[in-house]
């Protein structure tokens, strides 16, 4: 890391600081702050804000958690945000990716939505959301073709909550990779546990 954490456990310096990180630490239990929020609390606002933000956008959206999990995995692997795909990973694995398409979100090139059918171990929406997610990572505009490829599978509010947890982690990698939260960079996905 960068930067020192702070201390944890955390010595806020009045009411409003500790009101923040007991929202914090409600979000995160039963597990303890993790080194992102460690960091965060550098700046209790940001840190309040961001734990209000990420914790909409883990627990409030629509999105099936493979799908959700498969998107921030690709964003990961794109941003090489090793610490992310370390947490985010086997949570995709936990919501039921197999292996082969877990190979498919780990791999390093480009993911282009050209074929009708995706590769094997990815239904057509996991294919479209990791193509989606590609594309806003790399390039930050996304083609006609693969934007009318995820209408046709998703309903607005779902096209909405993908866009934004694609965008949400984008931030959140590279925070991560920027500061080396979790001491993380240049390990590679294989390494990073």
Same mark, same amino acid.
């Given at each position: 890391?960068?930067?020192?954490?702070?201390?944890?456990?955390?010595?806020?310096?009045?009411?409003?600081?500790?009101?923040?990180?007991?929202?914090?630490?409600?979000?995160?239990?039963?597990?303890?702050?993790?080194?992102?929020? !460690?960091?965060? !609390?550098?700046?209790?606002?940001?840190?309040?804000?961001?734990? /209000?933000?990420?914790? /909409?956008? $883990?627990?409030?959206?629509?999105?099936?958690?493979?799908?959700?999990? !498969?998107?921030?995995?690709?964003?990961?692997?794109?941003? $090489? /945000?090793?610490?992310?795909?370390? *947490? *985010?990973?086997?949570?995709? #694995?936990?919501?039921?990716?197999?292996?082969?398409?877990?190979?498919?979100?780990?791999?390093?090139?480009?993911?282009?939505? =050209? /074929?009708? =059918?995706?590769?094997?171990?990815?239904?057509?929406?996991?294919?479209?959301?990791?193509?989606?997610?590609?594309?806003?990572?790399?390039?930050?505009?996304? $083609?006609?073709?693969?934007? =009318?490829?995820?209408?046709?599978?998703?309903?607005?509010?779902?096209?909405?909550? !993908?866009?934004?947890?694609?965008?949400?982690?984008?931030?959140?990698?590279?925070?991560? #990779?920027?500061?080396?939260?979790? =001491?993380?960079?240049?390990?590679?996905?294989?390494?990073? *546990?």
């Amino acid at each position: 890391m960068r930067l020192p954490y702070t201390p944890n456990p955390p010595t806020p310096s009045s009411p409003t600081e500790a009101a923040v990180v007991a929202r914090i630490a409600a979000r995160r239990a039963p597990r303890p702050l993790q080194p992102l929020d !460690l960091t965060l !609390l550098h700046s209790p606002p940001v840190a309040d804000g961001w734990n /209000a933000f990420l914790g /909409a956008i $883990r627990t409030q959206t629509t999105i099936p958690a493979d799908l959700r999990e !498969l998107a921030i995995s690709r964003v990961a692997v794109v941003n $090489r /945000a090793w610490y992310e795909w370390m *947490h *985010h990973a086997p949570l995709a #694995v936990a919501a039921g990716v197999g292996e082969a398409g877990m190979a498919v979100a780990k791999g390093v090139g480009a993911l282009v939505l =050209e /074929a009708e =059918e995706g590769p094997a171990g990815l239904s057509e929406r996991q294919w479209v959301v990791l193509c989606f997610a590609d594309e806003m990572t790399r390039n930050v505009e996304v $083609r006609e073709t693969t934007f =009318e490829r995820l209408r046709g599978l998703f309903e607005e509010r779902e096209v909405v909550e !993908l866009t934004a947890t694609i965008a949400c982690y984008n931030m959140v990698s590279r925070f991560l #990779v920027a500061l080396d939260v979790g =001491e993380k960079n240049g390990l590679g996905p294989d390494a990073a *546990h």
